[in-house]
Structures are given as structure tokens and as C-alpha cells.
């Protein structure tokens, strides 16, 4: 019985372990990740690598490397640490223009710790959280997943290897005690102890344990696309257009009423209205500016320029933000630079260099490199018209509140069980059906539901449950 005791706290002390681990891992990046978003991501570019309003977060422990205090201090009252005359802060900040860092007095040691723990994981591996085959990721994800599980199953091993030990122990004192009592006694060999009863339910223990932790696990990265919201190449928000200015979703996601493909729109479409509005009150002319360098519009001249090339692209933006740059600073327009205004436009211009091009496109002119959350795989077919246009479900049935979203996440885990439970508890709603659809779909359940012999039908009384109808 000792033996049981022993060996049942080893393995809970081992799976105490095993999950604090885990758990320790993640809760930091994602707190990292919403702080850096909220505070900081406004200055400093989120892929840590180019400059924007504030300099590149990437590696810089190593610039303030044998001074983490000082890092911590400058991140809570940047001022502070200017004022003390710090050599390293003071250049920093005219190197900046003398642009003023907000001051963040109540973040915790431990949340810029974690801050800049998701600093250097983006840094190192090009996004957090990475991307499902993201390609610039995979590598370093394979990284990562490895050292873990090297991890893991060296302490597993060691543990095993202490459970043996500790058995042996005991059942070489149970053989001494056994002897001292009845003067004889029988002693286990290492087969006897593997195979005895305790020892087998212990390791079917383990065993369901970690299976069921992998289990878990998988099932969670197979659907890791839910939840997936990606950084735009815009800054476009879905609560500015869709919910404040009440732009209804169908102007711009055309598609979806006639098609089967919802369409993300052009950036034309967006033209309609940032032709005149060509100045946020957020990003003042920083985001707006990548429409116009996507389509080749001049703002200077109300003109378009066809087949742009990045050196016009260049001179006509450059030209523009520093006119906005001089009359948001109440100078004259035409006004040449000053060191501020020229640090700002030449920062603004890679801002649109960077979020315009990807490797496969070098121009800024063309099509906006949106990323698309929301990817069946190839063989499963759905169709938006089918379902906005026949079935009368609301946008939002399947893509949450996107008025309500600032940067749009994938909603719904888009698995087959989803499809299928929705088609098992979805009423059919044939208002607004064209009659010749009606017929052919539902004709005899309907006269059912007239005769009384059907009380109502559901998606999959007319074969949303049919393999071929969803999978080609
Ligand atoms: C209003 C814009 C702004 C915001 C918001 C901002 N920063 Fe900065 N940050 C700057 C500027 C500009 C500099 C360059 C120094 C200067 O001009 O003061 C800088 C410098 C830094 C540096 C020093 C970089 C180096 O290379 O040594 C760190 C670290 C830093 N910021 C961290 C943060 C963190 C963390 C946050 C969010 C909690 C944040 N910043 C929010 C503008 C900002
Ligand atoms: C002014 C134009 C506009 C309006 C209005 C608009 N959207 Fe969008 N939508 C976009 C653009 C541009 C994108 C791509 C950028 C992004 O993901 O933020 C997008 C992306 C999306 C996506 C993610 C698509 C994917 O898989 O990448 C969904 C879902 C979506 N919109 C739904 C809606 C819904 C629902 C509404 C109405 C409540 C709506 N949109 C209104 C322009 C618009
Ligand atoms: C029906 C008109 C309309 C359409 C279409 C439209 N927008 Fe807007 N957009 C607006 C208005 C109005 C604002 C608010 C401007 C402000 O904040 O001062 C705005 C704001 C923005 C902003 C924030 C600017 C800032 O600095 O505050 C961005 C970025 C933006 N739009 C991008 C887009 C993109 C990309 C598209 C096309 C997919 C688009 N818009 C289509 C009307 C429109
Ligand atoms: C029954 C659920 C459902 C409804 C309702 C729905 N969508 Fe979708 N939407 C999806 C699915 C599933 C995908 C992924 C399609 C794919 O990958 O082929 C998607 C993809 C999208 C995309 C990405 C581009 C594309 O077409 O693949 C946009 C944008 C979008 N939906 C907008 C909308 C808008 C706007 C509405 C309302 C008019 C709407 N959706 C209604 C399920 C739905
Ligand atoms: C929110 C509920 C809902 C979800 C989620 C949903 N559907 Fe549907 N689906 C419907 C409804 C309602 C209809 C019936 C439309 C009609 O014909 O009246 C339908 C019809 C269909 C049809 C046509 C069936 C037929 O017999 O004509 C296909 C194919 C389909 N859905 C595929 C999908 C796929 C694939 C998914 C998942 C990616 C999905 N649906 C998710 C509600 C849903
Ligand atoms: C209502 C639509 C729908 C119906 C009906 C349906 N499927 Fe699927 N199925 C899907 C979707 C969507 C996926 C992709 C799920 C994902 O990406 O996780 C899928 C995925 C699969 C996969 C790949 C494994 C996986 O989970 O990704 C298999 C195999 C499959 N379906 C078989 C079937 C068979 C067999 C039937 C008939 C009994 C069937 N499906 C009926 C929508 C459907």
C-alpha cells in the first residue's frame, strides 16, 4: 500500500508539472500581445522589424543590454529617463525628432516582461500566433514544437526511471519486513513489479492523461483558423465602416447575395468614397494614402496614374503627406520639411512600401495584399447565395459581429460539424424563394406540411446532409 502511495504522488507532482508548463508558456505572448496591440502598436510597427512612428521593437534588450531597469523605466516614463541625462535615452529621443513616447506608469514588471517576450517571439518568428502552413512561420513553429516536446519527454523519462527505482526500494523493504515478521519471504523481481496491478493502472493513468492532453491538443490546432485575425495591410476597420457609418455589409461583400464567393472588395470600391474623404481622423493620411498608392490615384492632381512604378509612387505620396504634414502643422503647404515632418513622411512612405508589397509583389500599385481569414478546404463547397440569398441567414449567424470588430476574426470554426448541426436545427424558410426553386426543392414536403403529414422540415430533409452536396 505504501508502494501505491508513493508512487501516486510522484505522478500527480509529475502532472502538476506537466500542465503548469504548458499553461506558463502561453498566457504570456497572448497578454504580450493584447498590451503591445493596445499601447504600443499605434508607434511601433507589430512586425518589429521596420520603423514607423517609433523605432523597431525587435532585439532591443540588446541595446539596453546590462540596463533592463533602465529599459523598464524608460517603457513606464520615457521622460524621466531623457531627463537623467541617460546618454543612450537622450540620443535616442533626437534621433526620433524628439517625438514624445506616451508614458505607461501602470504597466507591471511583469507585463512589459511580457510585452517584450511577444516583441522578441515576433521578431524571431515573423507573427504570434503563427499562422496555420504559414510559410515565413514554418520554421520557426517546427522550432518551437520540438524543443517542447524534447522537453516533455525527457522529464517523462526521468520520471518513469524514478518510479522504477522508488518500486524496487520499496519492495526490497517490503521483502526485509516480511522477513523479519515471518522469518522468510518471497522477493519481487523488476518483471514481477512491472507487471503487477498497481504498476499497470498507474501507467494506464499516464497514459490517458497524456493522451487525452494530446488529444485536446490536436483538436485545437485543427481548428486553430477560428479565432484567426491576422494584421491587415490597412488599418480598416469593420466598426468605422459597417457599424458607425452604416455601410451595409452587401455594398462592398457584393458577392455574397449572387455568388458563390462573398468577394473582398476592390479598393475602386473604396474609392467612392476616399476620393473625398482623403484625411482620417485616426491615421491622419498615413492609412488612406495606401488606397491611392494601390490604384495609382494622385491626390495632388485628382488624377490617376496607370501602371504606377514604385519611383513615381514615391514622389507623388511623398509630395502629398508632406503637404498634409504642413498644413496639419499650420504652414504654409508648399513649405519645405522640417526635420520632424521629413522623419515622419519618409516613415509613412515604408509603412506603404511594407504593407503593400508581399515577395510575389514588388509594386505598391495593384491589388491590396488583404489576408484572407476564412479558407475551406478544396474539397468542401459552400456557397454565400445559398444560404444569405435562399436561406435568409444573416451575415452574422456565421461571422459573429463583425460591425462590432475593429480588426475581423474568423467567427466560426468552419469543421463539418458545424455545417451539419446547423443543417440537423435550421427550419427551412421559404419566403422570398423564386418559384421555380421552390418547386423542384421542396414541392413534396411542403404538400406535406399543407396535408399535415409534415410538420415543418429542415435543411436536412432536403439533403444538407448528403456528403456530395457539400463535398465535390
Ligand atoms: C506615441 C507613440 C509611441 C507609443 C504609443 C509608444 N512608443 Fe515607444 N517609442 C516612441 C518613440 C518616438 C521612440 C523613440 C524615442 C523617442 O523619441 O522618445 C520610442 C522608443 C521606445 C523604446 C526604445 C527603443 C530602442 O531602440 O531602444 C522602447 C523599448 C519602446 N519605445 C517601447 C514601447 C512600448 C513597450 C510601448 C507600449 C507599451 C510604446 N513604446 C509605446 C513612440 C511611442
Ligand atoms: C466599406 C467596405 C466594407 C463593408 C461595409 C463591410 N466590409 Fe467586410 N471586409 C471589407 C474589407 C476591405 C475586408 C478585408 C480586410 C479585413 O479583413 O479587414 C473585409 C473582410 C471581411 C471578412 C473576412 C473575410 C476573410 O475571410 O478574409 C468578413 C467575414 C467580413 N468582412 C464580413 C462583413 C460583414 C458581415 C459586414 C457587415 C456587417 C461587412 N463585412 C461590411 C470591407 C467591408
Ligand atoms: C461609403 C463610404 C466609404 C467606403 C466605401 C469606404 N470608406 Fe473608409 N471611411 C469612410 C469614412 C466616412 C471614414 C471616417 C473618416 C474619419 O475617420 O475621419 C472612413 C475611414 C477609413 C479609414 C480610417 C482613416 C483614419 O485615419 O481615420 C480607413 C483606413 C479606411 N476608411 C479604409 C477604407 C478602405 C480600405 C475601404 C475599401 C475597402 C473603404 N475605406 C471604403 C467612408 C468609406
Ligand atoms: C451559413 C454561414 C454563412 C453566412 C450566412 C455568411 N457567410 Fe461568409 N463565409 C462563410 C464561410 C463558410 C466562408 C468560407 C468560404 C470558403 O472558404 O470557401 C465565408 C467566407 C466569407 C468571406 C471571405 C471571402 C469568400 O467569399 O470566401 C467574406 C468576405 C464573407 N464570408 C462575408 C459574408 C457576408 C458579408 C455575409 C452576409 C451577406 C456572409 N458572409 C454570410 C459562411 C457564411
Ligand atoms: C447557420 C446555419 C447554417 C450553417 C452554419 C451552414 N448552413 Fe448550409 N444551409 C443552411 C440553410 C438554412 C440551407 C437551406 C437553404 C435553402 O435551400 O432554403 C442550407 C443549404 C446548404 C446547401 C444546399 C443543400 C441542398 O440540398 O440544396 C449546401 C450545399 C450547404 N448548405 C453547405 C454548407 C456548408 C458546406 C456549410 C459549412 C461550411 C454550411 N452549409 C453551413 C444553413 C446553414
Ligand atoms: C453540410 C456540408 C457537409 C456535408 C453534408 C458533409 N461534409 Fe464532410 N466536410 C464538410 C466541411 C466544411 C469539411 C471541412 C472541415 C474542416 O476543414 O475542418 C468537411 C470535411 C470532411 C472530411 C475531411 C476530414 C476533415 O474533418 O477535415 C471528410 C473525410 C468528410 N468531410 C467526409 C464526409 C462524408 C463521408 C460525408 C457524408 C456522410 C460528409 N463529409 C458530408 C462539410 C460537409
Not at 107 to 119: K, M
Not at 303 to 313: F, G, L, T
Not at 318 to 333: L, P
Not at 441 to 465: A, N, P, R
Request: aromatic share 10%.
Amino acid at each position: 500500500m505504501m508502494q501505491n502511495r508513493l508512487i501516486l504522488r510522484v505522478l500527480s507532482v509529475f502532472t502538476l508539472f506537466f500542465f503548469s508548463l504548458t499553461a506558463y508558456g502561453q498566457a504570456n505572448l497572448d497578454e504580450g500581445k493584447d498590451l503591445f496591440r493596445n499601447n504600443c502598436a499605434s508607434c511601433h510597427n507589430k512586425d518589429m522589424k521596420s520603423k514607423m512612428t517609433g523605432p523597431a521593437l525587435g532585439k532591443v534588450e540588446e541595446r539596453w543590454e546590462g540596463r533592463e531597469e533602465l529599459l523598464y523605466e524608460w517603457i513606464r516614463n520615457s521622460q524621466g529617463v531623457i531627463a537623467s541625462g541617460d546618454e543612450y535615452a537622450v540620443s535616442l529621443y533626437n534621433e526620433w525628432g524628439q517625438t514624445l513616447m506616451n508614458p505607461f506608469p501602470n504597466l507591471t514588471d511583469e507585463q512589459i516582461t511580457n510585452i517584450i517576450s511577444y516583441v522578441n517571439f515576433v521578431y524571431d518568428n515573423g507573427a504570434y500566433p503563427l499562422p496555420e502552413g504559414g510559410d515565413i512561420a514554418a520554421a520557426g513553429a517546427g522550432g518551437q514544437e520540438t524543443d517542447n516536446t524534447w522537453l516533455y519527454w525527457t522529464i517523462f523519462g526521468v520520471l518513469i526511471i524514478l518510479c522504477i527505482i522508488l518500486a524496487n526500494i520499496i519492495s526490497n523493504l517490503n521483502y526485509l519486513k516480511e522477513v523479519r515478521e515471518t522469518g522468510s519471504g518471497s522477493r519481487k523481481t523488476l518483471i514481477d513489479i512491472l507487471t503487477s496491478k498497481t504498476v499497470i493502472s498507474l501507467v494506464l493513468f499516464g497514459l490517458i492523461i497524456f493522451g487525452g492532453y494530446n488529444t485536446i491538443n490536436s483538436a485545437i490546432s485543427l481548428n486553430r483558423q477560428q479565432g484567426y485575425q491576422p494584421d491587415q495591410p490597412i488599418k480598416f476597420s469593420h466598426v468605422t465602416h459597417a457599424g458607425d457609418q452604416g455601410i451595409e455589409c452587401q455594398y462592398c461583400h457584393d458577392g455574397a447575395r449572387r455568388s458563390k464567393h462573398s468577394i473582398i472588395p476592390a479598393a475602386n470600391t473604396c474609392m467612392n468614397c476616399h476620393k473625398a474623404v482623403k484625411v482620417g481622423s485616426s491615421y491622419g493620411t498615413a492609412e488612406l494614402t495606401k488606397i491611392y498608392a494601390s490604384t495609382g490615384y494622385d491626390p495632388n492632381t485628382d488624377k490617376y496614374v496607370d501602371n504606377m512604378s514604385n519611383d513615381k509612387a514615391e514622389e507623388i505620396y511623398k509630395k502629398w503627406m508632406a503637404t498634409q504634414y504642413n498644413v496639419a502643422n499650420s504652414k504654409e503647404e508648399t513649405a519645405k520639411l522640417d526635420k520632424a515632418g521629413e522623419q515622419l513622411v519618409n516613415d509613412q512612405w515604408d509603412g506603404i512600401v511594407s504593407s503593400l508589397t508581399t515577395d510575389v509583389k514588388e509594386s505598391v500599385y495593384g491589388p491590396i495584399p488583404w489576408i484572407r481569414l476564412h479558407n475551406l478546404p478544396d474539397h468542401a463547397y459552400f456557397n454565400h447565395a445559398q444560404h444569405v440569398t435562399v436561406g435568409g441567414i444573416e451575415c452574422q449567424t456565421c461571422h459573429g459581429k463583425v460591425e462590432e470588430m475593429e480588426v475581423v476574426q474568423q467567427y466560426s470554426p468552419l469543421s463539418m460539424g458545424w455545417c451539419i448541426n446547423c443543417h440537423r436545427n435550421t427550419k427551412i424558410n421559404n419566403t422570398g424563394v423564386a418559384e421555380d426553386y421552390y418547386n423542384t426543392h421542396y414541392k413534396e414536403l411542403s404538400e406535406g406540411v399543407k396535408t399535415g403529414e409534415v410538420q415543418q422540415f429542415h435543411v436536412e430533409d432536403i439533403g444538407g446532409l448528403e456528403c456530395q452536396k457539400c463535398h465535390y
